[in-house]
């Protein structure tokens, strides 16, 4: 038969497929009571089952059914339709079958994974698979959308995540814009002089990571003659949509203007401002951040004569840093752990130490976090060091007659402390950039209830990310090392997609029927996107909305929004809903 065409007869011939998922359904769910009770319907030429659809024996089985079979349509009833219903529907597609002739519902974990009673999960079972069926029957073939991909790129955020990307998109020949807010390159890693550990050789170790082989160099971007620098620059607008945004960078010299096919979204972290938590007195010149202790570390490494305080230059003997400031705390920062700062207070309380072997050094943790290789060994080392661990939040710095103090709690010992100290270092935690999420909405991508950016399951298709990649920090705290692991993978998904200089994407996005469309703009103005224009007629002499179906991401909000029923989506047209609601409702009142 022809790719989405009917039996000769000109009836509509379903097949209905019950997969077992290697018992993760079959034990909970009786498939056989349920194919028994499909088989009788007329519509359906064959009902079968399988242990597993989506293994490549399942696929066999699919093809040689579609082979042998005269069906033109398919419901699977099996677990996600999202990934292993990609898998199902494109055997059949392989065997010319028309992909959106096909639809699978969830019954694992909607039916066997959240119902203990049997009888109760096999009749839902039975009712969604009912629903799929007659969905199914009204489901029109359609052909993709051919979407042409510009062979360009723009990076947002200049730090080692946007130099990786930029670096590996422009060794394939393809034009990289960088778009940097601040008046250099590198972000925050290249300010940190040392690192601890990076991991990246596979062992522990302390080393200025900017001079690591494993960092891109400020050098290589700028002298790469396929990338574009904008530095002291921000993104004003974008428009467009899949494969060509229209990109306006307002920069110091005027606004640039640019069109590009892919974007790598890099813009990274800021850390916590820690004045908003007043009890720790950061107003006092005694008490400094991680990054402002690294500084301070920089710049005095080079005169000699170890670590001096900022207030009066004097050598301190008591230093102690509180850690998860900012971090872990719902009341005046933020829920998610920062990853990186209990390593790095440790690493710098550890140099110090190099330096001033005699100081009485005191990290106050909550519990401490090192996802990393080699954590354990390092605070160990530290112990052995003399570095001094206090599990206990703590509650207060204090300033009496000109010196500080730190109030906390020893929940190990359940002592009250009171600690003279010279030096408080704040183990700031991060936060999203700044203008993340201006970039985040303009770009329609999600973020999480901690602010960062939402990157789409790695286990579909790149095109489903439309041509735009979350990538490092700007997902939320990680190390330097695996943010790089991250630009290259976003990179390469984006080469990949511009060497391909075009692709199909499905076409489940918004149509409108100008018969009943009275051109009132509704739609338009319910179209986050942009997708819907009003334009003129002039043959009938009326106005009527048109879909850019590229930009269109097939949400639905102008359906809802449209008060004549002119404008649906692609595979949820109201009679397609509508048929899979009554069979629903039907199941239900034959169950009484």
């Known amino acids: 038969m022809e790719e989405g065409s009917q039996a000769t007869d000109g009836k509509k011939r379903v097949a209905a497929y019950l997969c ?22 007329p ?72 119902h203990a009673d049997r009888d109760e999960a096999t009749k839902k079972a039975s009712k969604l698979i009912r629903g799929a069926i007659a969905r199914t029957m009204e489901l029109e073939a359609l052909e993709d959308i051919e979407v042409p991909i510009l062979p360009s790129a723009l990076v947002i955020g200049g730090g080692v995540t946007g130099m ?47 001079e690591c082989v494993f960092t891109p160099k400020i050098e290589d971007v700028h002298q790469n003659e396929n990338i574009e620098v904008l530095l002291n620059s921000e993104v004003e607008e974008i428009t467009g949509g899949f494969g060509d945004r229209h990109i306006k960078i307002k920069t110091p010299d005027g606004t640039v203007e640019f069109d590009v096919g892919t ?62 400031v900012g971090s872990r705390d719902k009341v005046k920062g933020n829920l998610h752990c920062s990853l990186v700062c209990c390593t790095y207070a440790i690493g710098q309380a550890r140099e110090i130490k190099k330096v001033l072997p005699d100081a009485e050094i005191y990290i106050h943790y909550i519990d401490l976090r090192g996802p990393y290789r080699g954590f354990e060994e390092f605070y160990d080392q530290a112990k052995g060091e003399g570095i001094n661990f206090v ?28 600690i003279p100290t010279d030096l408080v270092v704040l183990a700031v935690g991060q936060e999203p950039a700044d203008g993340s999420d201006v970039i985040s909405k303009m770009l329609h991508i999600q973020t999480d209830i901690d602010k960062f950016m939402k ?36 990179a390469a998904s984006a080469i990949d997609l511009m060497q391909k200089g075009k692709i199909k994407f499905p076409r489940i996005v918004a149509f409108v ?74 199941e239900a009142e034959a169950d009484g």
């Open 164 to 210: 990786q990307a930029a670096l590996d998109i422009a060794s394939e020949g393809f034009k990289v814009h960088i778009v940097e807010r601040s008046d250099e390159l590198g972000g925050r890693a290249y300010k940190l002089s040392m690192t601890f550990p990076t991991h990246n050789c596979g062992i522990c170790c302390m080393q200025y990571c900017k």
């Open 391 to 418: 599990r206990g939040r703590v509650s207060e710095v204090v300033e009496d007659h000109g010196k500080l103090f730190i109030r906390a709690l020893d929940t190990d010992s359940g002592d009250l402390l009171n």
């Open 455 to 490: 990157d789409i399951n790695p286990m579909f298709p790149s095109e489903f990310r439309r041509g735009v990649y979350v990538a490092g920090t700007a997902q939320g705290p990680k190390g330097i090392r695996y943010s790089i692991e991250d630009a290259k993978a976003a």
């Open 263 to 324: 974007i790598i979204v890099a813009t990274g972290t800021k850390t916590f401002d820690p004045s908003r938590i007043l009890e720790l007195r950061y107003e006092n010149k005694d008490v400094i951040t991680t990054v402002e202790l690294e500084q301070l570390i920089v710049e005095q490494r080079d005169k000699g004569g170890g670590l001096k305080r900022p207030s009066d230059g004097k050598v301190p003997e008591t230093i102690n840093f509180i850690q998860c």
């Open 20 to 41: 077992g998922c290697r018992g993760a359904i079959s034990r909970h769910i009786d498939l056989e009571s349920i194919a028994k009770e499909l088989s009788i319907s």
């Open 43 to 114: 519509e359906i030429v064959t009902v079968a089952m399988h242990d597993a659809l989506c293994s490549r024996d399942g696929q066999k089985f699919l093809k040689e059914e579609r082979a042998s079979k005269n069906f033109d349509r398919v419901a699977v009833a099996a677990c996600s339709p999202n990934i292993q219903g990609l898998i199902i529907s494109r055997a059949l597609e392989e065997e010319g079958m028309n992909r959106y002739l096909f639809e699978q519902v969830n019954i694992r974990e909607q039916c066997a994974w959240s």
């Open 513 to 586: 029927d100008e018969e009943r469309c009275r051109g009132c703009g509704r739609c338009r103005d319910a179209c986050e996107y942009e997708a819907i224009t009003l334009e003129e007629d002039k043959e009938k002499g009326v106005t009527v909305s048109k879909v850019d179906e590229i930009i269109c991401e097939g949400c639905g909000a102008c359906a809802a929004a449209c008060c004549n029923k002119a404008i649906m989506i692609n595979t949820f047209k109201r009679e397609q809903v509508e048929a899979q609601i009554r069979a629903l409702l039907q």
